[in-house]
């Protein structure tokens, strides 16, 4: 006997029912399957459904001389500033659904089986957008050369965060701290573990869940180039919504149906201070591919460097008529001292035969962290 087909459920009203149901199971799924959720700070007042939320960082308070308040005929008022996230990343996931395969899937297990892929795709979107907004607005963590092994490294840069003290903190318990490292450098961690003796740590598990006090995790969406992003749970704000699956849709003139899936998101550092971010080679300058080949704008060159700047740094050059520039680590490279950003695509004015250096620097203050440099070709 053949199955009901799926246009038949449709009509009868049952589809939006089911359909509601998996969509409450892909919205569990995706608090339970995302790292982010764990971390993220759910403390904020508004309905993320309205666009936007407000998360309130309050400051510390600060004693005074006995009477100041008397004299003064007033208190202190509380420092809170407000912090609006919005949710501007509208985002859609949208398949087309033979008849064919509705008639023999039927509806609900056809979105049953799609779900657990945009659950995989909604989550992975998340992670990589909240760990991105960790590492453009985190601390750069820069290990001196006496921290030489990956214990000193890791453990010195939780003392980073731990001694942090300002205006909203007084210094970070390790217990609130959250450690997540990229694939390598969890194996680096774990490695190091392996070939210590170390009761409490079972070294046939996967994980090892807690080092030196800070509980650790293993993320394959952390940019790319990044060790290890130290954070203070609660650091980032990561409002999402994520509206039920719609009735299949009529394609016109087909016989496919449309699947969709909404949700929208917004993500922001909430306390930038509080988050630290560990760099492949920090501490010393990296090096770019660097290279130049002809426009076919005369007097132009073509500047391309192999290599992607990480989130809040951005590329500047600089030429010379015979030597090429030289950069230092973390050395300020600013119109001042000649240097200028390299535009999209890369096309300059240049000079045959001279030299050019490009180097990544950071946004905010234009310190050096990679450079690399080539001859200019212009014909």
Not at 34 to 50: D, H, I
Not at 157 to 167: F, G, H, P, Y
Not at 311 to 319: H, I, L, M, P, S
Request: hydrophobic share 40%; net charge negative; glycine share 8%.
């Amino acid at each position: 006997m053949a199955r009901t087909k799926a246009i038949s459920l449709i009509q009868s009203g049952t589809t939006t029912v089911e359909l509601a149901e998996i969509s409450g199971l892909v919205i569990e799924n995706i608090q339970k399957a995302t790292l982010a959720s764990g971390l993220k700070s759910q403390s904020y007042t508004g309905n993320p459904a309205t666009g936007s939320v407000e998360y309130k960082r309050f400051a510390n308070a600060k004693s005074k001389a006995y009477g100041t308040a008397r004299a003064a005929g007033k208190g202190d008022k509380v420092t809170v500033p407000p912090v609006t996230v919005n949710l501007d990343q509208h985002m859609e996931i949208v398949e087309e659904v033979s008849k064919f395969d509705l008639d023999t899937f039927g509806i609900s297990n056809l979105m049953a089986r799609r779900a657990d892929n945009h659950v995989d795709t909604v989550a992975a979107e998340l992670d990589e957008d909240f760990f991105q907004t960790a590492v453009i607005n985190g601390v750069s963590y820069e290990p001196p050369a006496t921290l030489d092994t990956i214990e000193k490294q890791v453990e010195g840069m939780i003392q980073a965060l731990e001694t942090v003290k300002n205006d909203y903190v007084r210094g970070v318990p390790r217990n609130l701290m959250r450690l997540v490292c990229s694939s390598s450098f969890y194996g680096q961690i774990r490695n190091y573990l392996d070939g210590t003796e170390n009761p409490n740590v079972d070294t046939a598990a996967e994980e090892f869940r807690i080092f030196h006090g800070v509980r650790v995790y293993s993320s394959v969406f952390l940019p790319a180039g990044i060790n290890a992003v130290l954070m203070v749970e609660g650091a980032i704000a990561q409002p999402v919504v994520i509206y039920p699956y719609a009735d299949p849709e009529k394609i016109p003139l087909s016989n496919d149906y449309g699947v969709s899936m909404f949700y929208d998101y917004g993500t922001k550092a909430l306390a930038p201070d509080l988050i630290f971010f560990f760099e492949e080679g920090a501490g010393a300058l990296g090096e770019l591919t660097v290279t130049s080949e002809d426009s076919e704008t005369a007097g132009k060159t073509i500047i391309s460097v192999a290599e992607t700047p990480l989130g809040g740094r951005k590329f500047v050059y600089k030429t010379d008529v015979t030597t090429a520039p030289e950069v230092a680590y973390n050395e300020v490279l600013n119109t001042a001292g000649g240097w200028t950003d390299l535009p999209a695509g890369g096309e300059i004015t240049a000079t045959n035969g001279h030299k050019i250096t490009v180097a990544e620097v950071d946004v905010d203050d234009n310190k050096a962290k990679k450079a690399g440099s080539a001859t200019i070709v212009v014909e």
